[in-house]
């Protein structure tokens, strides 16, 4: 069955510094998301993106995010200077059309020092 | 703004106890309302799908159900595996792709 995969599993960065968190969509999907989920919090959504664009983002998606696609396969979201309320579980999505269900990968657990 | 609300929060059972979990939901229009299973430190896992009113989904012991404001999830006579944190979610019908998750309802079932 086809599914979502996020790399990596873990990340532990120092705050001020960037990371790349990578995902690899399901492989006929159009639409692509990130959310995040702070420890014992609801999941949040960041943004959409679609045909090479994003489509939707929210609140928390500020200046220093930033996603691409950069090739055919992967999907990135970039976190230029992380700081400590960043850390969170950071899930990949992604579904066949904008209104169709979303599959969601394990996710990269974030934590910024 | 789209909002979701699950209770209870934490649900108990014993195991072959059969029980219902409440979502209550406002948005300005329902695109679809999905369930999804959360184990600790994993992804969201994908249930179900509901889109109109009167629906109704069913996958082994679980059975999803919808009203115009509030979605069940029913589970009959759960097992131990089904321990895990039940997420209710909605997506509005105005254009938007975004997905708004409720806090979940953890349930544990005791063998």
């Known amino acids: 069955e086809p599914e979502v995969t996020q790399t990596p599993s873990h990340q532990v960065t120092q705050m001020g510094q960037e990371v790349i968190l990578r995902c690899v969509p399901i492989?006929?999907?159009?639409?692509f998301y990130w959310y995040r989920q702070i420890l014992g919090q609801k999941v949040e959504f960041l943004v959409s993106?679609?045909?090479?664009?994003?489509?939707?983002k929210s609140e928390i998606f500020d200046d220093q995010f930033s996603v691409e696609r950069p090739d055919g396969s992967n999907f990135t979201l970039k976190i230029r200077s992380t700081k400590l309320e960043d850390s969170a579980m950071y899930f990949c999505?992604?579904?066949?059309?904008?209104?169709?269900?979303?599959?969601f990968g394990p996710g990269t657990r974030l934590l910024v020092l | 703004e789209d909002q979701v609300t699950q209770s209870p929060e934490a649900l108990r059972l014993q195991e072959g106890e059969s029980s219902s979990l409440n979502c209550s939901y406002t948005?300005?229009?329902?695109?679809?309302l999905f369930w999804y299973r959360q184990d600790p430190g994993k992804g969201p896992e994908f249930l179900f799908t509901l889109y109109s009113a009167g629906e109704e989904k069913e996958k082994e012991r679980l059975k999803a159900t919808l009203t115009k404001k509030e979605s069940f999830l029913h589970i009959t006579a759960p097992k131990p595996e089904d321990s895990a944190t039940y997420l209710c979610?909605?997506?509005?019908?105005?254009?938007?792709?975004?997905?708004?998750f409720g806090t979940g309802t953890k349930l544990q079932v005791i063998p």
């Open positions: 999505a992604s579904s066949e059309q904008g209104g169709e269900t979303q599959y």
């Open positions: 492989s006929n999907h159009l639409y």
């Open positions: 979610a909605v997506q509005d019908s105005g254009g938007y792709q975004k997905v708004t």
């Open positions: 948005v300005s229009g329902l695109r679809g």
């Open positions: 993106f679609y045909n090479n664009e994003i489509s939707e």
